[in-house]
């Protein structure tokens, strides 16, 4: 049975940081292609980044880029997200996603989800 299962979500200042990390269990990790997506309340599940098997692609969404880094390690089956410079809107449910095809942007082409981690940016 395939887990991913977020933490680090939590209130912080606009231009503060924060790290999100998903630890996997149940899946051969270091083969799987995993991103990180959004859900602001009301809208759809958007991309926000992703990396290859090994950590030596990685591909941001334009709204994050400069800002956010998506590293993983493959000895502790661990994928994370740091994110600086942070925005209001940037406020949304994070998802932690494993899939097969790296850099994918599209939810659908992950076949497993974490349950999520609540961001939330003050102004």
């Known amino acids: 049975q395939v887990q991913l299962v977020e933490s680090g979500g939590e209130l912080v200042q606009a231009g503060g940081s924060l790290s999100l990390s998903c630890a996997a269990s149940g899946l051969n990790f270091p083969a799987a292609a995993m991103g990180w997506f959004r859900q602001a309340s009301g809208k759809g599940r958007d991309f926000v980044a992703a990396i290859n098997w090994n950590g030596g692609r990685t591909y941001y969404a334009d709204s994050v880029k400069g800002r956010f880094t998506i590293s993983r390690d493959n000895a502790k089956d661990t994928v994370a997200l740091q994110m600086n410079s942070l925005e209001p809107k940037d406020t949304a449910v994070y998802y932690c996603?494993?899939?097969?095809?790296?850099?994918?942007?599209?939810?659908?082409?992950?076949?497993?989800w974490g349950q999520g981690t609540q961001v939330t940016v003050s102004s």
């Open positions: 996603a494993a899939g097969a095809i790296s850099g994918s942007e599209l939810p659908s082409e992950y076949a497993y």
